[in-house]
C-alpha cells in the first residue's frame, strides 16, 4: 500500500510544539513567581495523542479532510491550557486507584475522544450502516432521551445526567449525534418530495402534510426537554440544528418561517408558563437586580471581559479563574469568560475565529460529498458544533440568556468531549469518501 | 522584572495562536484555488451513475458514467447507456434531469425498474446517493 503523506496536517500540527508547553510555562510562571517550566507532563500527553492520531490517519491511508484535526487540536490546546490553569479540584476522577486532578481528567478523555474519533473517520468505510437504518437511530435517541426523562439526574437546576454507578454521562450530547443522522437519512430520502408540491394558503405555501409530522414531533420533543428536563440550551440547540437541515435541504424559506413562528410562539408560552425559564429571561434582561443571587454569574462574567481588555490580564493572573469553587460552572459554562479575561479580546477572538474554521470546513465537506445523505449529515453535524459554540458564547457575554450547553473541545466534561470528537470523526470518514470517489481509477 | 516577563510570554502565546490562525488562513486560500481549478476540470455534468455490480461486466464495476440531460438506458446498442445483461429489456428506463432534480421512468421493461429496492411505476424522482437497480446492475446516482 501506497502511504500518502497528510503534509498539509503535519504542517498545522507543528506549531502546536510551542503553543501547548508555552502556555503551561506562562500559567506556572504566574503562579510561583519565579522563572522556571514547571510541570509539563499533561501538555506533552497531549501532544502525543495528537501526534497519534495523525500517525493513525496517515498509516491507514485516510484521505479525509487535513485541516479538521489541526483546527480541533489548537482549540483543544487552548481549553487544555485553561483547564490547566484553573484550581485542580473542581472536578476529577479517582479511578483505578489514581486521583486525577481536573486537566488530567480532561487529557483521559481527549485520549477516549481521540480513539473514537478514529475509530469512526478509519471504521465507517460505508455509511450503510447509519443511512439505512435511520429509523433505528431514532428510537435509540428516543430510549436516551426517555431514559432522561425518567432517570435523570438535575444538576444545576437541569436534569442532563445519568448516573451509571461510577461514570456520569449526559445523553444530551449523544442525542444530538443521533438525531442529526436520523433528519439526514429522512431528508435525503424524502428530498424530492419535500421540494415538490405543495398547498398554497394565501401567499404562504404550506408543506404536504406528512413531510409537516415529522417537524411537528421534532417541535415537541423540544419543548418536553424544556419543561420536564429544564434544558434550555440543548433543546434550543436541537431546534436550531433541525431548521437550519430542514433549509439547506430543500432551500425554502417558508420552513424557515414556519419553524421561527413555533419557535417565537413556544418561547412566549414557555415564558409565560414556567419559573425556570422566566427566571433565565429575567437574569439575562438585568443581572444586576440581584447580583450576588440569580444574576451573581452573569454579572461576573461581563467584569470578566472588562477585566480582560485587548491582551488579557495573562494567563494564571485572572481573577474569575482563580476564585475556583465560589464561581459555579467557570470549567464548564463559563470557560469563555476566564478565558477571555485571561487572554484578552484578541485571544478570545482567536478561539472564535478557529471555531469559524470549523464550521467552514465542515461546510466544505457537505459541498464535497457525493451524495445527499452525506452532505446532510456533514451539515447537520457541523451546524451542531457551531451552534453550541455560538450559544455559549452569547450566553457568557449577554447577548442571550444564558444556557447551561458546552463549548467543544474547551468545556471541561468527558461525555462533551466523546461526543464532539465523534462528530469530527463523521466529518472526515464523509470527507474520505468523497476523496476516494473524486480519484480517478478507485475501486 | 517577572510583571514583564510574563508580559511578553502573554504577546508570545497571542502572537503564536495568530501565526497558527495565519497559516489556517493560508491553506484555505491555497485549497480554494485548488478547488477552483478541480471544479473546471472535473464538474462540468449534472450528475454522474456509479457502477456498484455488474455481473456480464458490461458496463463494469467501478465505472463512472457522466450523464447528459437525458439517458436512455437499455440492452439496444442504441440506448446513451449500453447495459450488457440478460435481465434488462431493449429500451428499458429514461433517466432524465428536469428542472432541480433527476427522474426515472421505467420504459415498459419486463423486468421492472428498482429504486433503493422498490419498484418503480410511475416517474420518481430521485435524490442523490439514491440506488438503481435494472436486471442485476446496481448503479448509484452521484453529483
Redesign the interface.
Known sequence: MRITWRRAELAMLLPLLLLVPLGFVLTHVAEAGKLEPGPLGLALGYLAIMAGAHLVLTLSGHRGDQLLLPVVATIGGVGLVMLNRLPQDLAGTSAFGLQLGMAATQLLWFGVGVVAMLAVAVGFRDDGLLRHYKYTWAALGAALLLATFVFGKEVFGARLWIDLGPVQFQPGEFIKIVLVVFIAGYLAENRALLTGASARIGPISIPPLPYLLPMLAIFVMVMLMVVVLKDLGTALLFFGIFLTMLFVATGRRSYVLIGLILFVAGSFVAYQLFGHVRARVDVWLNPFADPSGAGYQTVHALYAFGRGGLFGEGLGQGLLPSVGGSFPAVQTDFIFAATAEELGLVGAFGLLALALLLVFRGLRIAMLAHDDFSAMLAVGLTTSLGLQTLIIVAGNAKLIPLTGVTFPFVSYGGSSLLASFLVIGLLLSISHRAARVAEPGAP | M?RI???V??????G??????F??AR??LR?LRGAER?ERA?RTGIGRL?VIESPDGEPPV?R?IALGAINSIGRNVNNTIYVEDDFVSANHAMLTFRG??WFIEDQGSTNGTYVNGHRVERPV?????DELTIGRVRM????
Open positions: 517577572l516577563l510574563l508580559l510570554l502573554q504577546l508570545a502565546f497571542l503564536l495562536l495568530y501565526l497558527i490562525l497559516g489556517f491553506s484555505l485549497d478541480m472535473s456509479a467501478g463512472d432541480r432534480s424522482a430521485l435524490s442523490y446517493g448509484r446516482l452521484e453529483r
